[in-house]
């Protein structure tokens, strides 16, 4: 072999392994390979998040009240309630700034009222049960996934929270939930990609 295609096929090896050029070295598409492109997805990259919204009024009538109440029962959040009694303005405390004020998660927006972004979750796929070629390029890929809650999402369901049972900002989830799911994989000219997951047995 030339040296010079000796060393490219070795990078190729290298990058492989370590998954940066996923089209780099074989094409062909087994179980692991497609849970590797799968995992590589956009829906598989994307937090669930939940929104704490701070120094200003929020309503005890809000779907998301119980975020906040388990993040007082955490001792995160300090609050004052509200004339009326109907709601209340929260404020970090030092523990809930240790824990919450992380890089990223916050947004300031006028007269110093602050949202954290909070990951909570994130979806992973679990195990991939079946492959159908459709044609040499074309696959479909039967799978399960679930969420996996991040550490500061399994903080907050010890302290009582239940995010079946609150909304997300990007929706509710279960994490105790297995969904059965199918992608289409289709082969480019740099590897494997998803053109796109829907529950299994929908066209």
């Known amino acids: 072999m030339h040296p010079t295609l000796r060393r490219a096929s070795s990078v190729c090896a290298v990058l492989v392994l370590a998954g940066v050029v996923p089209g780099c070295g074989s094409t062909k598409l087994d179980r692991a390979r497609a849970a ?12 669930q ?4 919204s701070l120094e200003t009024p929020v309503y005890f009538s809000r779907a998301d009240t119980p975020i906040y109440e388990a993040a007082m029962r955490a001792e995160w959040l300090t609050g004052d309630y509200l004339p009326g009694g109907n709601g209340a303005r929260y404020r970090l405390t030092d523990s809930g700034r240790q824990v919450l004020s992380q890089p990223g998660w916050a947004v300031v927006g006028p007269e110093s009222r602050q949202t954290l972004h909070i ?3 994130r979806r992973e796929v679990q195990l991939v049960t079946g492959l159908s070629e459709m044609d040499k390029n074309n696959y479909l890929v039967e799978f399960n996934a679930a969420y996996r809650l991040t550490e500061i999402g399994q903080n907050w369901a010890k302290h009582g929270i239940d995010f079946n049972q609150v909304s997300a900002q990007s929706g509710r989830f279960n994490p105790e939930e297995t969904a059965e799911l199918q992608a289409h994989l289709r082969l480019y000219d740099d590897g494997w ?4 997951i829907t529950p299994r047995g929908r066209p």
Not at 49 to 52: A, H, I, P, R, S
């Open 36 to 47: 590797q492109v799968l995992s590589s997805a956009k829906e598989f990259q994307a937090f």
């Open 119 to 121: 990951p909570v979750a």
């Open 193 to 196: 990609r998803v053109v796109n």
């Open 49 to 52: 998040t939940v929104k704490l």
